[in-house]
């Protein structure tokens, strides 16, 4: 049974910063792409960034030069650095690898 353990949500400030972690095993973490997802009330799923087992970054467009991933190998960890955060970004915040996904964290950003 793969699980993936989010942690770092919560309640911020518009312009504020918060910080997303996913752990998960060393055997499918290491050699797979892994990603972020965000749900809002009432919108579909929508993929926000996503790192490859190189490091290579990619992001949506709503959060290019805001958010930042990562992925730290020896940890089996990835994370989600968010700065300049705004209401729209207020949201559930998934992990993913291949078909795994976490259980989800809030991120909430009052304005």
């Known amino acids: 049974q793969v699980q993936l353990v989010e942690s770092g949500g919560g309640l911020v400030q518009a312009g504020g910063s918060l910080r997303l972690s996913c752990a998960t095993s060393r055997s499918i973490f290491s050699s797979n792409a892994i990603y972020w997802y965000r749900q809002a009330p009432g919108k579909q799923r929508e993929l926000v960034a996503g790192i490859t087992t190189a490091g290579i970054p990619n992001y949506a467009d709503s959060v290019k030069g805001r958010f930042t991933i990562s992925r730290d190998n020896a940890n089996n960890t990835v994370c989600l650095q968010m700065n300049s955060l705004k209401p729209e970004d207020t949201a559930v915040y998934y992990c993913?690898?291949?078909?795994?996904w976490g259980q989800g964290t809030q991120v909430t950003v009052s304005s």
């Open positions: 993913k690898i291949l078909w795994f």
